[in-house]
């Protein structure tokens, strides 16, 4: 299969659309604490339910998809309700610098789905992982007495 080993490919996730399917997202008002794996985990869930609930069209290409206008405010509205207020601000900001966002983002806009994306890892800053570790220092464990390679896989550990 011109060499690509069958064990890594996976098979194609299909999601069916309910348009009368109410659209609400689980809390993440611990999104600033999380690790890179659970924001993708986070994005990847809220792509779905918002699929699955048709504010967002389906397409094979995730990053192309289009946020349906009539509907836009109520994403950003769950956005807002399920993040903290000091992720939620950065993250409108930043959804009002992309370029392709069009309309006002108080009442309708369109844009792709990769815009959302984009604006979250933005709204999270550059520093985050650092923060997250610096926190994890400074608040909730001495590491005295330990070798440096013990120090950081258990900060790594317990942070990630």
Known sequence: MHGIV????RAETNISVNHSLPFKLNSAMTILNLGTGD???ILQDWYTKAVASGLVTKTSNKASADIQESRSRELLD????????????????????????VGDLDYAFTCKWEDIEAAFFAALGNDQSVDRHDNFV???YTLGGNTMEFIISEVDTTVD
């Open 138 to 140: 400074k608040e909730q």
């Open 78 to 101: 769950d956005i807002i309700r399920v993040t903290e207020k000091s992720f939620n601000k950065k993250f409108e900001i930043e959804l009002k610098k992309r370029p392709s966002v």
């Open 6 to 9: 069958p064990g890594k490919m």
């Open 39 to 41: 924001h993708s985990a």
